[in-house]
């Protein structure tokens, strides 16, 4: 086990320093005086030369390229090229109230969906089935900003229930800020629950059709038994690959989400700092996704391995 | 429990076979809703003026007039018909979208392909690649790829196909890496054919059903990247009706229950959206029961 | 479909309440929205402590009776006429409750695969002890007896075995493991399905054993599903010949395999290499025609477009239920049976028997010092140790072994597809050729070709088999265009395959004609050796009769050598001229055929000849080995087979390595044990 550990370990700094390379490769893709792009046209000279100076942009790319690669495993990202002040400052406080409002959708859609998913495994190709799987498919096909937008519509401005922005005022209390965050977070949830519930499905149709379902069945234990012991233990594995992967999905979607519900999360600041080319805080915004990602992906290894037997006792030889 | 085996005698009963497959999938209600949104939109790009009652850019008296008898969809808020709009802004992403979708998969088989072949430290190389570029959302990297390259149609169709070819790439990968331990490309290599011979004319063909899929798929995720880019402001610039653009412009005035203009473009996308992806599933369904 | 079932003759002689009775039995799977019938009107009972088995080829319905006895049926499947009763009770009109009572507390099922059989997240107790706790015994109790069930199926250990995971286990251990859960409640009913298809053979003897000896403790009435007609005939008190979802001749075993009454059943035996037939003495008989598709209307003789006696009665009217002999336990399903005498035997095909190399007959292969050693991890992996072989022209080395036992990696350290090790080499006619296949010449190719085990897996399904051919044709004899074309459809013409079988995909052929394709393919360029991987281990018996035939007579007109690469004893008998028996990598034994089944014996061989489960009824000793053959990466010292051998001589074989010792002319073994020893340890009781 710890050396399964050591080398998904292993693995993930190697896929972050690609990560990062891949992202410092983007971002000076194009040579240019990132000073003079921030301060604008009309700028002194000697104030583009005093910010090049100051953000190390003045420097040979090699080093620069040094440096974005140290901050990843310090988790310092150095100053935002607009206002200053140091990137972590900017990107973990955003980073909280983007956990806040994925946390909300994931905790009304994994239990539903997985529930849904279930239920239509065990009733495959009959009509609520059908409609289970139709269903998902176009609620997950639908981008996340469109169902914001509709929600809004319809709830926010038609029906008056939920809020229009979602930044709850200072001093708000936790279900006062469920009030702000239920109508982004259910906009997300729409499109996760078909794309969970159709990978629960798949997984339980798989775990059904198996062998070792048919002993269970052929022992004469109950319907209740089969899917409690048998059924449901060897469709957890997929079922947790996929929502830990989803993580990804997640943070895709909370962009449109949080543009829409003017929410300041991460989805935000990333935005914000495209559109005012602020390198450092774009890169260390990026990185942190990756690196969320990336934790979020060997935990649930770990958590398959510990469900899986096999892995569990193989790789540790 | 084996079934029967095929037999030449059972031939024309399973070319029928073959056929009653299409014409179950034709049959499908999902698929024909499919098929018909999606042509209806296709018509709205070819013909735009056929359809819509008033030029796109055309700007009426009236500004933020609802829905009603002269105007179905209403106005915006610089008196544009919204009709008009939501229908010629179909031409850019019904370009956009499966131009990226093709070229995605295209790279995307190549690379599988020698991935899943040569294996090796091609394949290690590759895939830790791969796996960086999953770490990141789709369109987190493509905001930020069309924030240094800059917006245009190209620029937007290069990086959604960059962003997918390692998708394909997966996928292809995992079909031939099935393929390659089966004894008819042991067989080739006993007669001496080259890699590439092997790769492209023994394994590609055996591994298309997997890759129509993912084309259909992708097509699907494409429009839904478009779109969404398009909405962050990586799209083209305002004027134009592009939905996501539209949906980008107008959902600020919501609070002050301006709805239309943001809604029908956003019903736009989502109707766009789920009958690419109803396709895909009935086409789905399909190869992958044969 | 018609009603005239024998459920009167098929009743068992012993008059007690049978067990298992199924009448008249009628089942259809729903293909595409029109059902197709798979069983025709099925109707045999079994007693309880009586054991039955159904034999036929694929597809016939043995299978789907066998899940039918316990209503347990694809969803697309359904019972439409007829009953199963067990204990006198109706399945077909139990409810979903009281069926799961009856599968808990009445009937049991072992299964083909146990690796999938076993839930792999489970530890092995766990699963055990579920079937106890199920029979509303507490977990204590549960826990007690499970350790009792697994004594019962001989596991020494059984504390140690239920602390483990399935994928922890041999195929052996998994399939005792599936045993003792069938048996936990005692059943009323046990049904077998292929219990042992994928076990070594040796395994396969012990899991046998095992069931034989269980049988007799209890009462159970046994349903056993086999391809295997020796397995049936070692464990069967009597059995049904299945055909196209129809039972064509019952009776007991032994009778209705050594005096078949109905044509079909003749066709099965006679397309089998028994009592020791060799090639030299006449061609396997193959049944003609089809099996017809499920579904298909047959609404007179199920059989009647393959008998070879069939006759205008047999093409109107459906036959009769015919009594055999008196005593009322035996039955055909045929107008004639008073006609089977005059079936045919087929002729005399083969008149070659080609013996090792000599002066006269030289050597076209030569492996000197083969090995090959895999690397994984850090561990290596020896898979083929100093292997020495030679092969003549128009000769046939059998190569057997069980599994691990690196006959495959043979056949590819031959061809070069895995490169053997350096320090050893393999010569084609007296020339050292290159390690690998991508290192060979042309020619060097040309002349080595294989056939594999699985033709689905060995035809590219995309290509036609035009296409297929063709490319071989151009690739291995540089011949283009037109000349190609010819040459393929001389090929095609040689194999028995018509010019329409050209245009077709492999998926549109049957086993056996997928086979001929890929034997057509190895013989593109007039190959001078042709490696056979198990190549027709994947096919039913009648269609093997067919394509072992092909073989023969190919090698007649071509002088083509054969490494026939296999796991039947009566296979490799009926086509080698020599044999080779390997075991963890190294030969142990080799000599003419005869030599090696008249003994004397590495005892390793005389235990893999025990094992084999004869269709003749032969009484054969068995030998019994201890333990499970080791993993190759970590091989017992001095001779490999000490720890399992019955003959094992302490302080000798587990310290020195035997010499591939010649004990006859040709025939050479691995043994420390002498020669005049082991012929008197290994003779044949008398009979």
């Known amino acids: 086990m710890k050396r399964f550990i050591l080398k998904r370990v292993a693995s993930m700094v190697v896929t972050l320093w690609l990560l990062s390379t891949i992202v410092f490769m983007v971002v000076n893709v194009l040579p240019g005086n990132v000073a003079r792009k921030v301060l604008g046209g009309q700028a002194l000279e000697e104030d583009v030369i005093r910010l090049n100076a100051r953000l190390g942009t003045d420097k040979p790319l090699l080093e620069q390229y040094w440096t974005s690669i140290r901050r990843i495993f310090t988790l310092s990202f150095g100053d935002s090229y607009k206002s200053q002040v140091p990137v972590s400052d900017i990107i973990f406080p955003a980073l909280g109230r983007s956990a806040k409002l994925a946390l909300l959708a994931f905790i009304i859609t994994i239990p539903l969906s997985i529930a849904a998913g279930i239920y239509a495994a065990r009733r495959q190709d009959k009509p609520i089935d059908r409609a289970i799987v139709t269903v998902g498919l176009s609620t997950s096909a639908i981008p996340e900003f469109v169902t914001a937008t509709v929600l809004l519509v319809v709830f926010a401005v038609k029906l008056n229930l939920g809020k229009v922005y979602a930044n709850p005022p200072d001093g708000v209390g936790l279900f006062g800020q469920l009030e702000y965050l239920l109508l982004p977070a259910l906009a997300m949830s729409i499109a996760y629950f078909g794309y969970i519930a159709r990978m629960t499905r798949a997984g339980v149709i798989g775990a059904l059709h198996a062998d070792f379902t048919r002993t269970a069945v052929m022992k004469g234990l109950s319907q209740g038994q089969v899917m409690r012991r048998h059924v449901l233990r060897n469709a957890m594995a997929p079922t947790i690959v996929v929502i830990s992967t989803s993580v990804g999905y997640l943070i895709g979607g909370i962009v449109g989400v949080e543009k829409v519900f003017n929410y300041a999360g991460l989805g935000q600041t990333m935005l914000d700092a495209v559109n005012k080319s602020d390198i450092p805080v774009l890169q260390g915004a990026v990185l942190l996704v990756g690196i969320i990602y990336m934790v979020s992906t060997l935990l649930a290894d770990l958590f398959i391995a510990y469900l899986n037997p096999r892995v569990r006792l193989e790789k540790s030889r | 429990m084996s079934a029967t085996q095929p037999t030449t005698s059972g031939l024309s009963e399973r070319k029928q076979a073959r056929r009653e497959n299409w014409r179950l999938i034709v049959r499908r209600p999902a698929f024909i809703v499919g098929v018909a949104i999606v042509l209806f939109w296709v018509i709205c790009a070819l013909f735009p003026d056929f359809i819509a009652p008033h030029h796109p850019l055309d700007y009426r008296t009236g500004k933020h007039l609802p829905p009603g008898w002269g105007h179905l969809f209403g106005t915006d808020s610089t008196g544009r018909d919204v009709l008009s709009r939501v229908v010629a802004g179909a031409r850019d992403v019904l370009r956009i979208a499966p131009a990226a979708a093709i070229l995605g998969v295209f790279f995307g088989v190549i690379l599988g392909l020698l991935q899943g072949y040569l294996g090796g430290w091609v394949d290690l190389l590759a895939s830790r690649i791969v796996e960086a570029f999953l770490s990141l959302p789709v369109v987190l990297v493509g905001l930020l790829a069309i924030t240094t390259l800059g917006r245009s149609n190209v620029v937007v169709i290069g990086v959604v196909a960059v962003l997918f070819t390692p998708i394909v790439a997966r996928t292809v990968r995992a079909a031939v890496l099935a393929e390659r331990e089966l004894d008819y490309v042991t067989s080739a290599k006993l007669r001496g054919e080259s890699k590439a011979f092997i790769m492209f004319r023994e394994i590609l063909p055996n591994v298309s059903g997997p890759i129509i899929v993912e084309l259909t798929v992708r097509m699907g995720y494409a429009v839904f990247t478009v779109a969404t880019l398009s909405f962050l402001g990586a799209g083209p610039p305002p004027p134009s009706p592009d939905w996501g653009v539209q949906v980008s412009d107008t959902y600020n005035n919501l609070i002050a229950d301006f709805w239309w203009p943001t809604f029908f473009p956003a019903m736009a996308i989502a109707s766009l959206v789920i009958a690419v992806s109803l396709i895909a599933d009935s086409v789905q369904s399909v190869l992958e029961a044969s | ?687």
Not at chain 3, 348 to 375: M, Q, R, W, Y
Not at chain 3, 472 to 480: A, D, P, Q, R
Not at chain 3, 487 to 503: F, G, I
Not at chain 3, 560 to 583: E, K, Q
């Open chain 3, 1 to 687: 479909m018609s009603k005239n079932a024998p459920t009167t003759l098929g009743s068992n002689p012993t008059k007690l309440q049978p067990a298992l009775s199924v009448e008249d039995l009628e089942v259809v799977y729903t293909v595409r929205g029109v059902d197709r019938a798979v069983l025709r009107g099925v109707s045999f009972s079994v007693a309880p402590g009586e054991a039955y088995g159904l034999v036929g080829e694929s597809g016939c319905g043995k299978s789907t009776t066998a899940y039918a006895a316990l209503r347990y049926l694809p969803s697309n499947g359904k019972i439409v006429g007829g009953h199963v009763r067990v204990g006198g009770r109706d399945l077909t009109e139990m409810t979903d409750d009281e069926l799961q009572q009856f599968r808990a507390h009445e009937a049991s099922m072992v299964y083909q695969d146990p690796s999938q059989a076993l839930n792999p997240t489970l530890r092995v107790g766990k699963q055990i002890i579920e079937s106890f706790t199920l029979l509303g015994h507490d977990n204590a109790t549960a826990a007690t007896m499970a350790v009792e069930a697994l004594k019962k199926v001989r596991i020494a250990d059984p504390t140690r075995v239920m602390d483990r995971y399935p994928f922890q286990l041999s195929g052996g251990m998994q399939q005792r493991v599936v045993i003792a859960m069938a048996l936990a409640c005692n059943p009323t009913l046990l049904v077998l399905d292929e219990p042992t298809t994928g076990l070594d053979a040796t395994v396969e003897a012990e899991v046998l054993d095992l069931v034989r000896v269980l049988r007799q403790e209890s009462d159970a009435a046994v349903l056993l599903i086999a391809h295997n007609l020796g397995i049936i005939r070692g464990l069967c008190d009597r059995v049904g010949v299945m055909y196209a979802g129809r039972i064509v001749e019952e009776g007991p075993s032994a009778q209705v395999f050594d005096d078949p009454r109905h044509p079909y059943t003749v066709g099965l035996l006679r397309s089998l290499p028994r009592h020791g037939v060799r090639k030299t003495e006449r061609a396997l008989a193959t049944i003609p025609g089809i099996l017809p598709l499920i579904g298909s209307d047959l609404p007179t003789c199920v059989y009647v477009d393959r008998c070879p006696i069939a006759t205008d009665l047999c093409r109107t009217t459906m036959p009769p239920v015919v009594p055999v002999g008196n005593k009322g336990d035996r039955f055909t399903l045929c107008h004639h049976p008073d006609q089977i005498a005059a079936i045919e035997e087929p002729a005399v095909s083969v008149n070659i028997s080609v013996l090792a190399p000599s002066d006269e007959n030289p050597g076209v292969l030569e492996l000197s010092h083969v090995s090959k050693t895999f690397k994984q991890r850090n561990l290596s992996i020896p898979a083929l140790v100093d292997v020495e072989l030679d092969l003549a022209v128009g000769e046939t080395l059998g190569i057997v072994g069980e599994s691990g036992s690196g006959k495959s990696t043979l056949a590819k350290a031959i061809l070069g597809i895995e490169a053997a090790d350096s320090g050893g080499s393999v010569s084609l006619d007296g020339r050292v050729v290159m390690a690998s296949t991508v290192g060979r010449t042309a020619d060097d190719k040309r002349s080595m070709q294989m056939i594999f085990q699985n033709p689905d897996s060995a035809l590219n399904r995309s290509w036609s088999v035009r296409h297929i051919l063709t490319r071989s044709v151009e690739k291995l004899t540089n011949i283009k265009g037109d000349a190609a074309n010819q040459r393929v459809e001389q090929l095609a013409e040689h194999l028995r395959l018509t010019p329409r079988h050209l245009d077709l995909k492999p998926r549109q052929l049957s086993g056996g004609l997928k086979q001929r394709v890929a034997i057509a393919r190895a013989f593109a360029g007039d190959p001078r050796i042709v490696v056979c991987d198990e190549p027709t281990s994947a096919l039913d018996v009648s269609v093997q009769a067919a394509i072992l035939n092909l073989l023969a007579d190919l090698q007649t007109e071509q002088k083509t050598s054969y490494v026939f690469i296999t796991h039947d004893m009566g296979v490799v008998r009926y086509l080698a001229d020599r044999i080779a028996v390997m075991y963890l990598g190294r030969i142990q034994e080799i000599g003419p055929t005869d030599d090696v089944f008249n003994g004397p014996n590495h005892p390793y061989t005389e235990a893999l000849l025990s094992a084999i489960p004869s269709v003749d009824g032969e009484i054969v000793t068995r030998i019994r080995l201890e333990g499970e053959i080791p993993s190759p990466a970590n091989p017992p010292s001095g001779c490999v087979f000490h720890p399992r051998c019955p003959r094992v001589i302490p302080g000798v074989c587990e310290v020195t390595e035997p010499p591939l010792r010649e004990v006859s002319p040709g025939h050479a073994m691995r043994c420390h044990i002498p020669v005049a020893e082991l012929i008197e340890l290994q003779r044949k009781p008398s009979k």
